[in-house]
């Protein structure tokens, strides 16, 4: 998107759908086979991914390539591989043997219109073209490798697979403070921390570059080994963050309803889960939730006003209402 067409005065709210709507365009023309396949399973796999979504963890990605000094452009391979991924996780955790869930952005489940089978399938095939396009679309002298390494951490059974296993097995035990908090890190905030280590990757991992991103081409810049001061630094943030968000989440689900969320409400608590509302009560979760938004915002600091996007989106995620 322009940066002429997002003033800074817009509400974070409103810059983000523009830009997750401009993100869909690219995002759509990456969902296409190449090679042979059948229709069935292309159309269930757009089928998710293509229902709108607010695209946080593709926008962390770019700001955050821009932040070391990369433009959108490279940002997108690996942008459009968390997406593919974080939908593989909704699709999977609305299964009846997961969650169990109809309604997922604003529209019948994956299972409900292709069957059990097929949104399985689709979710894998969202989780393995995740690394193709990786593998695919980088350029041979970026980062690209170490960008699968991250996003395969925050991923598997150490990152997001783990934590829904840890939510799952959390089912119908008495509430602990710490298991939730663990959850939280695993299930949610690792995927963040993910798209902000690929994000700064994607700008060769390094600060002290920034003002240049325009945001409009693509650099030629071959990778420098230097130093990674922008991936730890922005994924710090992104962990933080990821926290924050999950809270929120949780707090939706709590006092909001399913016209507004798009997705079921007043699950969590008939299923027993272990959320943050359930173990800290609703006004202590919303002020761990501000406290780490405000943690999030500290890990700015080397920042000037090129990050207030990232400030921005920070409250934002606490503050919205879906
Ligand atoms: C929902 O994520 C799943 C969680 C990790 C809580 P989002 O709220 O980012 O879902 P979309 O992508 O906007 O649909
Ligand atoms: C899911 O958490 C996080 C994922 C890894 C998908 P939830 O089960 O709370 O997500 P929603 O509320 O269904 O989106
Ligand atoms: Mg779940
Ligand atoms: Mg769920
Ligand atoms: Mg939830």
Redesign the pocket.
């Known amino acids: 998107v322009p940066d002429s067409e997002l003033q800074a005065d817009t509400p974070i709210s409103e810059r983000l759908e523009r830009w997750a709507r401009c993100f869909d365009e690219r995002f759509d023309a990456l969902l296409r086979p190449v090679g042979e396949t059948l229709p069935e399973i292309v159309e269930a796999m757009r089928y998710s991914a293509l229902a709108g979504g607010k695209r946080l963890r593709p926008f962390l990605v770019t700001r955050c390539c821009e932040l070391c000094g990369g433009y959108q452009e490279d940002a997108l391979p690996a942008a459009a591989a968390i997406e593919c991924v974080?939908t593989f996780?909704?699709v999977h955790?609305?299964l009846p043997a997961m969650?169990n869930?109809d309604l997922?952005r604003g529209r019948p489940t994956n299972h409900k219109v292709f069957g059990e089978a097929m949104a399985i399938l689709a979710g894998d095939g969202l989780l393995t073209l995740a690394f193709e396009l990786i593998a695919r679309e980088m350029p041979p002298t970026s980062h690209a490798t170490t960008i699968m390494l991250e996003l395969a951490r925050g991923t598997g059974w150490c990152g997001?697979i783990g934590?829904?296993v840890a939510?799952m097995l959390g089912e119908n035990h008495p509430s602990s403070r710490e298991l939730v908090e663990s959850i939280h890190v695993k299930?949610?905030a690792k995927?963040f921390e993910a798209a902000c280590r690929m994000g700064a990757w994607s700008g060769g991992g390094h600060i002290g570059e920034t003002g240049i991103a325009g945001g409009k081409t693509q650099s030629n810049k071959t990778p420098s080994n230097k130093t990674s001061d922008g991936v730890e630094i922005l994924g710090q943030f992104g962990l933080s963050l990821g926290r924050a968000f999950?809270i929120a989440?949780?707090l939706l689900?709590v006092d909001s309803s399913a016209d507004v969320l798009g997705?079921?409400a007043g699950k969590?608590a008939k299923s027993n889960?272990q959320t943050y509302p359930a173990a800290f009560g609703v006004d202590e979760s919303r002020a761990i939730a501000d406290r780490l938004v405000e943690e999030a915002i500290s890990t700015l600091s080397v920042f000037d006003s090129e990050a207030d996007d990232l400030r921005d989106l920070a409250r934002f995620v606490v503050d919205r209402r879906s």
């Open positions: 974080h996780s909704l955790d609305d969650d869930d997922r997001m934590g829904q939510d299930k949610t995927l999950q989440d949780d689900d997705k079921s969590d889960k």
